[in-house]
């Protein structure tokens, strides 16, 4: 429950701490006294967003703490997940500078605020004006019965798996718009894939043929001026071999006499060894050079085959066609991939929707279950506000479908009147009306829920006199399991607090504050004559408050 909220900084507050009564309180003062600014700043320790626009001094940073008991409300585990040393004595601080960056902290260790409201929704519901509206809403009823049928785990276990079910179905719609995008692109692909592998090109093989083809075209050629170099080496008459055979027997002759013409001879020795190999390398070379038209057609025929392929693919290479042919193998494998991807995950599809149908029909008998109850409990405390001939129904259609809710839609239909048939609630409630069936219906949910603490924004709105005193004694019931602090104009409700807080404005050096402070037994006579008497104060007034607080 909230001991103590501390604010600094904050719209009309300049500084304030309030010690807060464990059971029933209620908060009192004129209109735009600041009582709504308070919710305002509770509701930072409790996650919500703010703006720097909060700020009551522009250069200075906004702080607000709330100090709160936890012991026995089952939080141990949320600190374990979240990290966090866990305490029974409970400080959440928020921090907003004059820039508007906010910071979150538990118990002086730094968090997001996504933790920070976590935390914060299961201790504090603020129920607002604003929240009487919702009551219409379908989803806001849907919740309203799973929280009074206890199954809020099974609706959140229901919905991350129907979440995780989402995201297979979007999954697998982008697989099928991939499949089919690459179906239609599929026969090209396997037509140029099975075109370059039957081509069977190899690394090297252009530059080969287009070398033999060059010796094949010019074959005639190369046979003539290899057989006139052998010819004139070997053949000739005299022939270059003979010659510098003759040549090298006569310098041997001399060779004994110079020095030099040593060295030549032995130059000329191996130089002629040379022309020998040549000459034979050069008769082998013309041997196996031969005119063969079918040879040079063949090759052509296949250099032209790998040209019209770099062409087709832009490419000039027969290492980027081999490249080419390595992407189109894995498009093709990627495809046959798809196929078995989306068979897998259609199958993952099918059993998840099995599970996900089981687990929906048995939250919608749960509800169902619930309904009878729920109804006989809000007709009973509606009796009791004053409305003996209301009548509250819930109807409930199921679909064949599963949605984020389940398979069921609910809709509140609700009769103040005799003879009048059951309606939706927007169409047939009045204000006041609402606010009764808002909070039988926040009371019973107050009971199972157990709550640390609920706060009501003018739940009193609409409704006066004798309902007004049955509306404080059903806000009396509740603050004896929880904490309960309410925001009234009414002298009935004021009356049974057992803790009265008064808030008011104040001039200080030409700037207006809001400040708020805890009534005395006397001060609360006085108060509450006030709104007795419209401010005016009355023995008649002073009577009726003492007498509002005696019971």
């Given at each position: ?7 600094e900084?904050y719209a009309?507050?300049?500084?304030l ?5 464990p ?7 004129e209109?735009g006294?600041g009582?709504t ?5 509770l509701s930072?320790?409790?996650?919500q967003?703010?703006?720097?626009s ?5 250069e ?17 585990s949320?600190?374990?997940?979240q ?6 004595m409970?400080?959440l601080?928020r921090?907003?500078?004059p820039?508007g960056k ?7 260790t730094p968090?997001?605020l996504n ?8 201790l504090?519901n603020?129920h607002?004006?604003?929240s009487?509206?919702?009551l219409?809403q379908?989803?806001?009823q849907?919740?309203i019965l799973d929280?009074?049928a206890s199954i809020q785990?099974?609706i959140?276990t229901f919905r991350?798996?129907f ?6 179905r ?5 697989l099928?718009a991939r499949?089919a995008r ?9 037509f140029?894939y099975?075109?370059?592998t039957k081509?069977a090109?190899?690394?090297g093989?252009?530059q080969?043929?287009?070398?033999q ?8 050629e190369?046979k003539?001026g290899?057989s ?12 270059l071999l003979?010659?510098?055979t003759?040549?090298?027997a006569?310098l041997k002759?001399i060779?004994g006499f110079?020095q030099e013409?040593t060295d030549i001879v032995?130059r000329?020795?191996?130089n002629?060894i040379?022309?020998?190999d040549?000459?034979k390398?050069l008769?082998?070379?013309e041997?196996h050079i031969?005119?063969?038209p ?7 025929a296949?250099l ?17 066609l081999l ?6 193998s894995?498009k093709l494998?990627?495809t046959?991939?798809?196929?078995d991807r989306i ?5 993952e599809?099918e059993?998840?929707g ?9 939250i919608?008998e749960a509800?169902r279950?619930a309904?009878?109850s729920f109804e006989k409990?809000i007709?009973?405390l ?7 001939s209301a009548r ?6 199921q ?5 984020v809710?389940?398979?069921?839609a609910?809709?509140?239909?609700f ?6 048939p059951?309606?939706e ?16 219906v926040k009371?019973m949910?107050?009971r199972?829920n157990l709550?640390p603490?609920?706060i ?7 409704v006066s006199g004798?309902?007004?005193?049955k509306?404080?004694m059903?806000?009396?019931?509740m ?6 602090i309410v925001?009234?104009h009414?002298?009935?409700i004021?009356?049974?607090g057992?803790?009265?807080?008064w808030?008011?404005?104040?001039d200080?050096n ?5 400040n708020?402070?805890r009534l005395?037994h006397?001060?609360r ?7 007795v008497?419209?401010?005016?104060v ?7 408050a ?6």
């Amino acid at each position: 429950m909230l001991l103590k909220l501390f604010i600094e900084n904050y719209a009309l507050i300049q500084k304030l701490e309030i010690d807060w009564h464990p059971g029933f309180s209620v908060i009192t003062g004129e209109t735009g006294a600041g009582k709504t600014i308070l919710l305002g700043a509770l509701s930072l320790v409790l996650g919500q967003r703010a703006e720097a626009s909060v700020l009551f001094n522009k250069e200075a940073k906004c702080i607000v703490e709330g100090t709160f008991r936890i012991t026995s409300y089952g939080l141990e585990s949320f600190f374990q997940e979240q990290e966090l040393d866990y305490d029974d004595m409970l400080v959440l601080r928020r921090e907003i500078s004059p820039g508007g960056k906010s910071r979150a902290f538990i118990n002086d260790t730094p968090v997001n605020l996504n933790q920070m409201k976590e935390l914060g929704d299961r201790l504090v519901n603020i129920h607002s004006q604003h929240s009487i509206i919702t009551l219409n809403q379908a989803n806001f009823q849907l919740e309203i019965l799973d929280d009074y049928a206890s199954i809020q785990q099974e609706i959140n276990t229901f919905r991350e798996t129907f979440m995780i079910q989402e995201d297979r179905r979007a999954q697998l719609s982008g697989l099928c718009a991939r499949e089919a995008r690459f179906r239609g692109e599929t026969d090209y692909h396997q037509f140029l894939y099975d075109e370059l592998t039957k081509a069977a090109l190899s690394e090297g093989e252009q530059q080969e043929l287009e070398e033999q083809l060059d010796i094949l075209t010019h074959a005639e050629e190369i046979k003539k001026g290899l057989s006139f170099a052998t010819h004139t080496l070997e053949n000739a008459d005299p022939n270059l071999l003979g010659l510098l055979t003759e040549v090298l027997a006569s310098l041997k002759g001399i060779a004994g006499f110079h020095q030099e013409v040593t060295d030549i001879v032995a130059r000329l020795d191996s130089n002629l060894i040379d022309i020998k190999d040549i000459t034979k390398e050069l008769q082998r070379l013309e041997d196996h050079i031969q005119v063969d038209p079918d040879t040079s057609e063949r090759v052509s025929a296949r250099l032209d085959l790998i040209y019209r392929l770099q062409k087709k693919h832009q490419v000039s290479s027969i290492k980027e066609l081999l490249g080419i042919q390595e992407e189109l193998s894995a498009k093709l494998l990627e495809t046959e991939s798809l196929d078995d991807r989306i068979a897998h995950l259609s199958r993952e599809i099918e059993e998840a929707g099995k599970e996900l149908l089981t687990m929906a029909t048995s939250i919608s008998e749960a509800r169902r279950k619930a309904i009878p109850s729920f109804e006989k409990e809000i007709t009973a405390l509606l009796a009791d506000l004053g409305m003996p001939s209301a009548r509250f129904t819930i109807e409930c259609t199921q679909s064949a479908v599963c949605t984020v809710d389940g398979l069921d839609a609910v809709k509140f239909l609700f009769s103040a009147n005799k003879g009048v048939p059951p309606d939706e609630v927007s169409r047939i409630a009045s204000g006041g009306e609402l606010s009764r069936l808002m909070l039988s219906v926040k009371s019973m949910i107050s009971r199972k829920n157990l709550l640390p603490t609920i706060i009501f924004d003018e739940i009193d709105s609409g409704v006066s006199g004798d309902i007004a005193g049955k509306v404080g004694m059903i806000l009396q019931r509740m603050a004896t399991t929880m904490q309960v602090i309410v925001i009234t104009h009414l002298p009935q409700i004021a009356g049974k607090g057992e803790g009265h807080y008064w808030v008011f404005k104040e001039d200080a050096n030409g700037t207006t504050r809001s400040n708020i402070r805890r009534l005395l037994h006397e001060e609360r006579i006085e108060e509450i004559a006030k709104m007795v008497s419209s401010e005016r104060v009355t023995k008649a007034s002073y009577q009726t408050a003492k007498e509002l607080l005696a019971n």
